[in-house]
């Protein structure tokens, strides 16, 4: 079957801009994460849905950064006011049921820039 | 808090020989252990993990690693490396959460 989605597979913006950031997870998937690998600090997790519940917001970077999950599918993450330090691969993985003990699926990412 | 350390940022290597990543983590408590690998140019995908059991457990290509709690460690072996072995390894570990903390990461490049 499809694997996890991302688009668009590149992205240079100027610093300033907004840019949004698509994920389609697996289907029947309904745990959610997006993760950032960057230079020098390796792969961080930036937040995680599981179903209806609240996100797990606690590794957004700062608050420039945000995501919604609709009708459980779905998933955008949105940078404001783009800054050169948020230049990286940013990583979207989903997983059956979003337990600890299951297998993350990852997206190929995409590839921010920001001039 | 969890943390994940990847000592060596990079492993060359030839073909044939045999091939240890290493991987500490940190927990006070019991966690699920993980090794991702990225082929060049392609996503992150699962190589192995640790649930319970066994303290060996191994892979379909031929990698294996041992959960040692004792010395909090979750090192990746092959016993002789191919070419196609060439990739990013990521140790990762979950504390019955859902998010993965991952280590920063080991280039492993096999030469012919």
């Known amino acids: 079957g499809a694997g996890v989605s991302q688009s668009p597979s590149n992205k240079v913006t100027e610093k300033g801009k907004d840019v949004e950031l698509r994920c389609d997870p697996i289907?029947?998937?309904?745990?959610l994460y997006w993760y950032r690998q960057s230079l020098g600090q390796g792969l961080e997790f930036l937040i995680y849905?599981?179903?209806?519940?609240?996100?797990?917001k606690s590794g957004l970077p700062s608050d420039r950064f945000s995501a919604e999950r609709t009708g459980g599918s779905v998933s955008t993450l949105t940078i404001q006011r783009t800054q050169q330090e948020d230049s990286a691969v940013y990583l979207c993985?989903?997983?059956?049921?979003?337990?600890?003990?299951?297998?993350?699926?990852f997206g190929p990412g995409t590839r921010l820039l920001v001039l | 808090a969890q943390s994940v350390t990847q000592l060596d940022s990079q492993v060359p290597v030839f073909e044939e020989a045999p091939v240890e990543l290493r991987c500490n983590y940190s927990?006070?408590?019991?966690?699920?252990l993980f090794w991702y690998v990225q082929y060049p140019n392609q996503g992150l995908q699962l190589l192995l993990k640790?649930?319970?059991?066994?303290?060996l457990v191994e892979s379909i290509n031929g990698f294996e690693a041992e959960f040692n709690k004792s010395q909090t460690s979750f090192h990746l072996r092959k016993p002789s490396v191919h070419i196609s072995d060439t990739a990013e390894y990521f140790c990762?570990?979950?504390?019955?959460?859902?998010?993965?903390?991952f280590g920063t990461g080991t280039r492993l490049q096999v030469f012919p």
């Open positions: 640790y649930l319970s059991g066994s303290t």
């Open positions: 849905f599981q179903g209806n519940s609240a996100p797990d």
């Open positions: 927990s006070s408590v019991s966690v699920y």
């Open positions: 289907s029947g998937h309904t745990a």
């Open positions: 993985a989903s997983s059956f049921a979003g337990l600890a003990v299951e297998t993350q699926y």
């Open positions: 990762a570990v979950s504390q019955g959460t859902d998010k993965l903390i």
